[in-house]
């Protein structure tokens, strides 16, 4: 049986958590705060071959909306900070490649590069070509602030790859205060709001326009460099990565073992097959990602016991402090 994993659900560099830390920081959160949760420390931030997982960015994301408020808006204002080196090698072969044809199809294919929690899908729309932005794998309360990013980073993107965007138009699927958020910050960008799909509609007349950058030499390279990293990323990642992952994305749910092995599509025994075969089980795992996050959680005086046994995915405090008794010998309080 084939091990399939949320698209998302993909290592990345640690560009997209500066911003989301820089993000934070304009509405009075501290580094710490805001990656309270994550497992991550504002030193590992400082570290050029840090790889983040997506479940802690995705916690991140969730401990911003938490504290800040899902405010329509944010995740484009997130989105506003992106630049081409930002979006590193990802970016340039985009940049370089010989025409909007191209890049569009170096772009979906590399998509695990962008940052993006989408999973883009070309489709034909009429003689024109589109590529849909699919959420529907985004946990429902993060969803609108990812979407809101992609749609302003390819804003943002467009432009400096196309030169004159004449003949791209973006559709979103958002109607009142994010449509209006978006209409705002987004200005001179041909924006469709209460659409079925969020998608960027690129006009035929557009696909095969060469890009004021091309050279398709250094789009060979980047494109190998491209192919490089994604399997470099890929190749550190075993069985216990991914369920640690998942865990780490959904732990205020608490997962069970039979919910993770759906989301990969095994059944449960094979799950904990391979689990032990790494040398781990589910248990384990569950333990060593809410001990981490408790280290961290337990830090922010504002937080109460009952608080951060939520955010742990426990039903109330004796619960979490039993744990942490078991964990490491002491009680939450004297950590």
Request: charged content about 25%; proline content about 4%; aromatic content about 4%.
């Amino acid at each position: 049986m084939s091990i399939e994993t949320p698209t998302w659900d993909h290592p990345r560099g640690p560009a997209a958590t500066r911003i989301l830390v820089d993000l934070g920081a304009e509405h009075g959160l501290s580094a710490a705060d805001c990656l309270s949760g994550s497992g991550l420390r504002p030193a590992d931030l400082e570290r050029p071959d840090l790889v983040v997982e997506a479940g802690q960015e995705l916690a991140i994301a969730r401990t911003l909306l938490h504290r800040i408020g899902d405010r329509p808006g944010l995740g484009v204002a997130a989105g506003l900070r992106y630049t081409v080196g930002t979006l590193g090698i990802w970016g340039y072969a985009m940049l370089s490649s010989s025409s909007v044809r191209e890049a569009i199809r170096l772009g979906v294919r590399y998509a695990q590069l962008s940052f993006a929690f989408i999973e883009p899908v070309v489709e034909r729309s009429g003689r024109d070509l589109a590529v849909v932005f699919d959420a529907a794998q985004i946990p429902a309360d993060v969803r609108d602030f990812f979407v809101e990013r992609e749609l302003a980073k390819i804003a943002v993107l467009i432009p400096s790859a196309v030169g004159d965007p004449r003949g791209l138009r973006i559709e979103a699927a958002f109607d009142g205060a994010r449509a209006a958020a978006l209409r705002e910050q987004l200005p001179g960008v041909d924006l469709r709001v209460g659409a079925d799909r969020h998608r960027l509609v690129f006009a035929a007349a557009l696909l095969d326009q060469p890009l004021p950058q091309a050279d398709s030499t250094t789009a060979l390279l980047l494109e190998e460099q491209c192919t490089r990293i994604l399997e470099a990323r890929r190749s550190r990642r075993g069985m216990s990565a991914r369920v640690r992952a998942l865990i780490l994305a959904e732990i205020d749910s608490a997962p069970s073992a039979g919910e993770i092995a759906a989301r990969l599509h095994l059944d449960e025994r094979t799950l904990r097959r391979r689990l032990h075969a790494e040398g781990t089980s589910f248990r384990e795992l569950v333990d060593e990602v809410r001990a981490t996050l408790a280290a961290d959680l337990l830090t922010l005086d504002r937080l109460t016991l009952a608080e951060i046994a939520r955010r742990l995915g426990y039903h109330d405090a004796a619960g979490f402090s039993r744990a942490h008794r078991r964990w490491t010998g002491r009680a939450p309080r004297q950590h």
